[in-house]
């Protein structure tokens, strides 16, 4: 073999080595995929799709006929819990003796101070409640301790109740909050002095047979017609003190809180629609 031949042999060697495609570190690949949660179908709709308009049209079951005013205003369905003539459905919520607040000539009532707290004869699960309350016009104290009290849903779950009006407190206990959980979305009170509505859609919590919660209670409130909140999770109990408790529980009342400081706050026209 000449040395002509043997150095073009070196020299094709040379160049396939260097162009040769050089292996690169392999890098390690992380799947940040999230399992999606399972797409939402319905039976009812699947197979062959209808093509008259009558085979969409459904007549029973027939929804109930309610008038929405036949009661003084109220729902012909609705549980009349006070209109303003005696506190009869009322007992104290310690000891279970007679309410013992003020009954106004107006139909209204009014928080006795350090009375304690009242709360319904009857107890519910899930409801649509009304209520109307106001703060006193004459204005006292301030933060937490301006016209204090609250809507118990159940006994448990409070809805606060405050005068926020040029008085600054914790978003999670202004007027209109889960108190210490869910800040409402909006502040929608009226002028001190005036009547606040108060609209609430709940649903109450589910318990297993071991006590565990398995689906959380719901809140929805319009105050005074604006949306404050919107189908909230009611998390647990709303103490002042510590996180929310998750005991098991059944039906329960509604409470309506006295602040023990001179509050003043005064409530009217309360039913409540079972659901």
């Known amino acids: 073999m000449n040395k002509t031949f043997i ?10 080595c260097n162009n040769a495609p050089k292996e690169t570190a392999k890098e390690e690949v992380v799947s940040d995929t999230v399992t ?6 319905y039976p009812e709709y ?6 008259k308009p009558e085979e969409t049209e459904l ?22 819990l006070f209109d303003g003539t005696s506190l009869d459905n009322w007992v104290n919520s310690e000891d279970g003796t007679q309410a013992d607040w003020i009954l106004n000539d107006d139909g209204s009532m009014t928080v006795k101070n350090k009375a304690g707290d009242i709360q319904t004869k009857q107890k519910f699960g899930d409801f649509q409640l009304h209520i109307e309350w ?11 301790s301006r016209a204090n009290s609250g809507v118990f849903l159940q006994g448990i779950y409070e809805i ?24 409402p979305l909006a502040k929608s009170s009226v002028p001190s002095g005036e009547w606040n509505t108060y609209d609430i859609i709940y649903h109450a919590p589910e318990f297993n047979d071991q006590g565990g919660k398995i689906k959380s209670a719901t809140v929805t409130v319009l105050h005074n017609g604006v949306l404050i909140q919107d189908h909230t ?17 059944g039906k329960g009342p509604i409470k309506l809180q006295d602040h023990g400081d001179n509050s003043r706050v005064s409530y009217r026209n309360i039913w409540l629609r079972e659901l």
């Open 7 to 16: 150095g073009l042999l070196f020299v094709a060697s040379f160049l396939a």
């Open 36 to 41: 999606s949660p399972e797409v939402i179908t």
């Open 46 to 51: 699947s197979g062959t799709e209808p093509t």
């Open 59 to 80: 007549y029973e079951p027939v929804p109930p006929t309610v008038n929405p005013t036949e009661k003084n205003g109220a729902p012909s369905d609705a549980i009349i």
């Open 134 to 144: 106001k703060s006193p016009a004459e204005i006292q104290g301030e933060g937490q």
């Open 160 to 183: 606060q109740v405050l005068d926020n009006n040029n008085n600054d407190t914790y978003t999670n206990g202004q007027v209109g909050s889960i108190y210490k959980q869910g800040a």
């Open 233 to 249: 999770e009611i998390k647990g109990t709303t103490p002042y003190i510590g996180w929310p408790k998750n005991e098991p529980h």
